[in-house]
């Protein structure tokens, strides 16, 4: 877990249990990608961040489709922005909250799943061909990872949520990880 002593509450929890899960209940010890995962899980809970792809009339793209859409029409860096994006969006629906992933016409949720994983997986791995500044964060090795390990970081995922909704349950609030 990275360093952070005068981070926020919020930032601690969210890096500090995804290190527990992934290193602790996984065995994935990936000090990197334990640390992008939490920086998700951070960004994610603003709603704006959910949908910060937008399209050229300055509305939300909501739909991955118009996601993989506009991606496609973007160039360089705003290519590896919005595919990572995709990437992010993908594995967040996937991981924390796969139920929410309704059927369309004729596709059933596992369908919408599906989609959803082969789609993050190809997004991150566009991202991380594209070449960017040295200091870019993430770097292409952690996008490369995250589209191999889709799946299971899609499960470490769930699991982070089953223990802060463990958490949570305790007293009927958060309870930090060092008072187990």
């Known amino acids: 877990m990275r360093d952070n002593p005068s ?13 527990y899960v992934f290193q602790a209940q996984l065995g994935v010890a990936d000090p990197p990608l334990t640390d992008y995962l939490g920086g998700l899980l951070l960004r994610f809970v603003r709603w704006d961040a959910v949908h910060k792809v937008r399209g050229v009339n300055g509305r939300p793209i909501k739909y991955l489709g118009e996601m993989l859409v506009e991606a496609d ?34 596709h059933t949720v596992a369908d919408q799943y599906g989609d959803y994983c082969v789609h993050g997986k190809r997004a991150y791995l566009i991202a991380s061909s594209i070449e960017v500044d040295e ?30 909704e463990r958490r949570e349950g305790d007293e009927g609030r958060l309870q930090p990880l060092w008072t187990r």
Do not use: K
């Open 7 to 19: 981070g926020n509450t919020l930032e601690r929890f969210f890096h500090g249990l995804a290190e």
């Open 73 to 106: 029409a973007r160039i360089g860096e705003a290519r590896r922005e919005v595919h990572q994006h995709i990437g992010d969006f993908t594995l967040f629906w996937t991981g924390l909250y796969p139920e929410s992933l309704r059927g369309r016409r004729g």
């Open 135 to 164: 200091q870019a964060s993430p770097s292409n090795e952690v996008l490369q990872r995250l589209a191999h390990q889709f799946e299971m970081c899609a499960y470490g995922l769930r699991e982070v949520r089953r223990e802060w």
